[in-house]
């Protein structure tokens, strides 16, 4: 793994990411990975994390932690179908995905499994950190919150209205 992040990207827009294990061996049997997130967006626009379908997922585990987006020139970014927190040889060391210091307007979902993180499945933290959408993921197996609204503007939110939910039996 890395000292820092898997993959950066910083000021840069319109990028795709796709297809990648980010923080695990090519079996995902074992922990190689980086010791910040596996992916950071720092003030980018438009990016795509995974996608809706299988070919597109990223697998990311083993990290500092799974996917975060920061910055007040981040937006529009959306993270979709990927596999974050894969197995227990992967466990993520902080938040799943964590969008904070003024990232807006980004979408979470549809189709993420967002599972082993060390603390939430999803952070959204900030004042300015607003518009950001969470929809139709799996989120569970996390040691906090499955999803965690913090320093907001209305205050800490401490716990989520959910719209519809779906067991397996």
């Excluded at 990028?15 to 003030?43: H, K, M, V, W």
């Excluded at 603390?119 to 969470?134: A, F, K, P």
């Excluded at 965690?148 to 716990?159: C, L």
């Amino acid at each position: 793994g890395n000292a820092t992040q898997g993959i950066l990207i910083t000021n840069a827009d319109h990028t795709l990411i796709r297809g990648n294990i980010i923080g695990l061996d090519i079996r995902e049997r074992a922990n190689i990975g980086n010791n910040a997130y596996g992916i950071s967006i720092e003030n980018g626009v438009g990016s795509v994390i995974g996608g809706e379908e299988e070919i597109y997922r990223n697998i990311i585990s083993g990290n500092g932690g799974g996917i975060e987006v920061f910055g007040p020139g981040s937006f529009g970014n959306v993270i979709a179908g990927n596999t974050i927190g894969a197995n227990e040889f992967g466990y993520n060391g902080s938040n799943g995905v964590f969008i904070h210091d003024g990232a807006s307007e980004n979408i979470i979902g549809p189709g993420n499994i967002i599972t082993y993180s060390a603390q939430h499945g999803i952070q959204i933290d900030g004042l300015d950190t607003v518009q950001n959408v969470i929809t139709a993921n799996s989120i569970y197996l996390n040691n906090a919150d499955a999803i965690a609204i913090t320093d907001a503007e209305n205050g800490d939110i401490p716990g989520v209205d959910l719209i519809s939910v779906t067991t397996r039996s």
